[in-house]
């Protein structure tokens, strides 16, 4: 949520700052800006809307120097336009910031420099407050940059990733984080600062990871000096990123989010490899060995997500209880932190996230640590807050995920969390070892019968889709394994398309949602359950008696539910836990064809962010 990147070297910094906001985009697109330090001072360009607009607005300006920083911003306080967009300046205009964050208690500071100081607010954002706070600081005190900062920073609540500039301190950066991710590129003769390492790869794989509470000032005299608010010097240590500049490009796709589909194949065999051999029947996750005696004695697992990652934890639901026998509860992160909810030190709290920096995820996580229960990541970015807090976790390893809409993360948060149900099983004594082998056999099958489907139903799902792509309302029905998939097919639809949509319980339908349904209403019905197919299928004919139109996603070879169903798409028979990665897929596509028929930005979907940075 809100991306920043900021420069400091030998080359014009501009065009650097430009192609780190593309690739930050994602945290944000409701408006961007940048300043630029060259000899004559400090030029500062700030725009509503895409990065492209920002771009647009330069044209013909003087965007020289070698320092700059730049923003791309998620609105929280104050609309989007050109004046709330970052970077801000104090009073006197000689400090520049960008802001990632909420300052919590930004209206009281905000009163006392208006009361005490005569400060005057040009906008309505919290991150203006604070850059008139480290002015008033710098001024009354005589202070340096950095110090100034320091001080400002002690009197804040709240989280922010920061960068200041001071018009009257050419050639410094100072940046500062709290519960919001930073990251410090070291390359040859420059430094980049960013959000997270994408707009840094191009330059330097070498980073430094920014902690809580940390300040860093980069000069090209003194190089990279990081104290803490208490004036300590931190010792820091430059980790290597892996991470290739393909991996950030549409590669001949339309958008983002076509790619991170139609990469499931290799993404879910990649979360695999190394952890899982077929032949020899065994899965092994490094991060659940160092704790397997705690984790298999285990009174029960918290699951904690948010949005798609809390979809994947309502699958790992089933999975360990079905498979293992173990208690789960799985929580929104938000709801969880703020219930005062039991948690003891027999509980092992199990945390998914994509980004690794979903902020209410990570608070609930503190407090799970706090209260000594074991915690345990399923992250995609390495080194990322959630990653770095937890005891113990396993990346899942599918690469950036750039779409908003999160696609491959899901179906890698599902693969990982399907490894940790056969370990948990098998060790536990539910499975059976001959069993569980034939089970870690037909895993092992999945990245090819995903790539199978994804070829077999490409066409059918575009078909389907504009068929259904002036609905207004849609429905997404299914049981046991795949009612949580019928969640995520519906927050597929609604988040890109902006049609609204439902999941809910196959059987729950009886229960309101039938109420709605008359011809204009798509129902998707996810009926590949072995186990109450009987029950699916009366469903099915529940809608079809309400006229209502039903796209079901069947076994391949059912030729039941074809004679009923307006349009079935088939997925590839696997064993009943396994199939929310084949069920999920179609529905992904299907969105995706829907948003694009109706003219929306997939990948960048109104009012969202793909990394919620703020509570
Ligand atoms: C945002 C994104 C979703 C994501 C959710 C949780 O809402 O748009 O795609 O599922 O955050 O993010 P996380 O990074 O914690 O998985």
């Not at 009281?108 to 407050?129: C, M, P, R, W, Y």
């Not at 490899?273 to 918290?302: F, Y």
């Not at 927050?491 to 349904?517: N, R």
């Amino acid at each position: 949520m809100c991306g920043i990147v900021a420069y400091i070297g030998q080359k014009k910094a501009y065009p650097i700052l430009i192609k780190g906001l593309s690739r930050l985009e994602y945290r944000g697109y409701d408006s961007a800006g940048v300043a630029l330090q060259n000899e004559s001072g400090v030029n500062l360009y700030k725009k509503k809307g895409k990065v492209a607009d920002l771009v647009a607005f330069t044209e013909g300006k003087d965007t020289s120097g070698r320092v700059g920083m730049g923003h791309t911003r998620w609105a929280t306080h104050g609309k989007p336009d050109d004046i709330n967009a970052h970077p801000h300046s104090g009073n006197e205009g000689r400090l520049l910031l960008v802001h990632n964050g909420i300052i919590e208690n930004y209206s009281v500071i905000k009163s006392a420099l208006q009361k005490t100081n005569g400060h005057v607010f040009s906008s309505e954002t919290d991150t203006e407050v604070l850059v008139h706070l480290i002015e008033e600081i710098q001024k009354t005190d005589n202070l340096p940059l950095e110090d100034a900062v320091r001080k400002a920073l002690v009197k804040v609540h709240g989280a922010y990733a920061i960068v200041v500039m001071d018009r009257n301190e050419p050639g410094k950066l100072v940046a500062a984080r709290k519960s919001s991710p930073l990251l410090i590129g070291i390359g040859d003769k420059e430094f980049l600062v960013a959000s997270d390492a994408t707009p840094i790869v191009e330059h330097t794989k070498n980073v430094v990871y920014l902690n809580d509470e940390e300040v860093a000032t980069i000069t090209m005299e003194d190089g990279l000096v990081i104290k803490n608010l208490k004036n300590e010097t931190s010792s820091h240590t430059v980790h290597s990123v892996e991470l290739e500049i393909e991996q950030l490009e549409k590669g001949g796709y339309d958008y983002f989010m076509l790619k991170e589909i139609f990469e499931q194949p290799v993404t879910i065999a990649e979360c695999m490899r190394g952890r899982m051999n077929a032949d020899e029947g065994w899965v092994r996750l490094g991060g659940m060995e160092e704790h397997l005696k705690r984790m298999l004695n285990a009174q029960r697992m918290i699951i904690l997500g948010c949005g798609t990652s809390w979809h994947a934890g309502m699958i790992a639901e089933y999975l360990f209880e079905d498979l293992a026998r173990l208690p789960v509860e799985v929580e929104y992160a938000s709801e969880f932190r703020y219930r005062n909810p039991v948690v003891r030190e027999q509980d092992v709290v199990l945390a998914i996230s994509q980004s690794g920096e979903t902020a209410d995820t990570f608070a609930a996580l503190e407090l799970a640590r706090e209260r000594g229960a074991l915690t345990y990541g399923i992250v995609n970015v390495v080194g990322s807050s959630i990653a770095r807090l937890t005891h113990s976790g396993s990346y899942i390893h599918v690469g950036p995920e750039i779409g908003v809409a999160s696609t491959k993360a899901f179906t890698g948060q599902v693969t990982m969390l399907t490894m940790m149900a056969l370990i948990l099983g098998y060790e536990r004594g539910y499975l059976p070892k001959s069993e569980y082998q034939e089970l870690v056999q037909e895993l092992s099958l999945l990245p090819s019968k995903v790539e199978r489907l994804l070829s077999t139903c490409q066409k059918q799902v575009e078909y389907i889709a504009g068929e259904l792509k002036d609905a207004t309302n849609a429905l997404y029905l299914g049981r046991g394994y795949n009612f949580p998939v019928a969640l995520e097919g519906a927050l597929k639809l609604k988040e890109i398309s902006y049609i609204h949509a439902e999941g809910y319980p196959a059987a729950e339908m009886k229960h309101g949602p039938i109420a709605l349904i008359d011809e204009h209403m798509p129902v998707f019905v996810i009926a590949t359950n072995k186990s109450a197919y009987e029950k699916v299928v009366s469903n099915i004919q529940e809608v079809k008696a309400r006229k209502g139109v039903v796209i079901a996603i069947v076994t391949e070879g059912d030729t039941t539910i074809k004679s009923i169903a307006d349009h079935t798409i088939e997925i590839p028979d696997t064993r009943e836990p396994f199939t929310p990665l084949l069920s999920v897929i179609p529905l992904q596509l299907l969105a995706y064809h829907a948003a694009v028929l109706r003219g929306c930005n997939v990948d960048q979907p109104r009012n969202l962010a793909k990394s919620v940075t703020v509570e």
